[in-house]
Antibody, heavy 122, light 108 residues
Framework: QVQLQESGPGLVKPSQTLSLTCTVS??????????WSWIRQPAGKGLEWIGR???????NYNPSLKSRVSLSLDTSKNQFSLKLTSVTAADTAVYYC??????????????WGQGTLVTVSS | SSEMTQDPAVSVALGQTVRITCQGD??????ASWYQQKPGQAPVLVLY???NRPSGIPDRFSGSSSGNTASLTITGAQAEDEADYYC???????????FGGGTKLTVL
């Protein structure tokens, strides 16, 4: 079955760019049926959707993060990536990647990666 | 603030039935999906669409929707159901996805 694994630096300095990659195994990232998404969760808090990317490369972002976030695909490596610029301590969180499905009446995330903790600190 | 509202905490006696709700205007047009998260683990999809369970999710989990409220019902709650539960759907524009604030379920 499809599995996702996040990777990237666990520590980022304030004002710098957070960069994470999600490697997909057991299935192709080029599937037309799915979106690929990032979600984050600060310690002790709830889930926050960051954005999604389709196999065409079209993207959609959380309006609260739109000015700082970008997602991209690397189909040759079966990976997708997140970049978040100008980070502050408020961006410290566990970051999850997930496969998403969406149609005219609903959307869901399945499966999820295990998550990776990113701390923003000098 | 979230466009979808959940009660922060709910408790249920072992073996009893509990309903966890999610309220939001977008739920009049879109179905919610539901996720279970246990401490230190990634969320797991438990319900999606009208009332669909992924493979491996027990049939004691069921979903419903009425007006601006989506519900997750656990019939005969078990100790292993103690977890945080999150709903997800669209925002008021219908273009962006959004999570509810989460409900901590305690099984007594």
């Amino acid at each position: 079955q499809v599995q996702l694994q996040e990777s990237g630096p666990g520590l980022v300095k304030p004002s710098q760019t957070l960069s994470l990659t999600c490697t997909v195994s057991g299935g192709s990232i080029r599937s037309d049926n799915y979106y690929w998404s990032w979600i984050r969760q600060p310690a002790g808090k709830g889930l926050e959707w960051i954005g999604r990317i389709f196999t065409s490369g079209s993207t959609n972002y959380n309006p609260s993060l739109k000015s700082r976030v970008s997602l991209s695909l690397d189909t040759s490596k079966n990976q997708f990536s997140l970049k978040l610029t100008s980070v502050t301590a408020a961006d410290t969180a566990v970051y999850y990647c997930a496969r998403a499905y969406s149609n005219y009446e609903t959307n869901w995330f399945d499966p999820w990666g295990q998550g990776t903790l990113v701390t923003v600190s000098s | 603030s979230s466009e979808m509202t959940q009660d922060p905490a709910v408790s249920v006696a072992l073996g009893q039935t509990v309903r966890i709700t999610c309220q939001g205007d977008s739920l009049r047009s879109y179905y919610a999906s539901w996720y279970q998260q246990k401490p230190g683990q990634a969320p797991v999809l438990v319900l999606y669409g009208t009332n669909n369970r992924p493979s491996g999710i027990p049939d004691r989990f069921s979903g419903s929707s009425s007006g601006n409220t989506a519900s997750l019902t656990i019939t005969g709650a078990q100790a292993e159901d103690e977890a945080d539960y999150y709903c997800n759907s669209r925002d008021s524009s219908g273009r962006h996805w959004v999570f509810g604030g989460g409900t901590k379920l305690t099984v007594l």
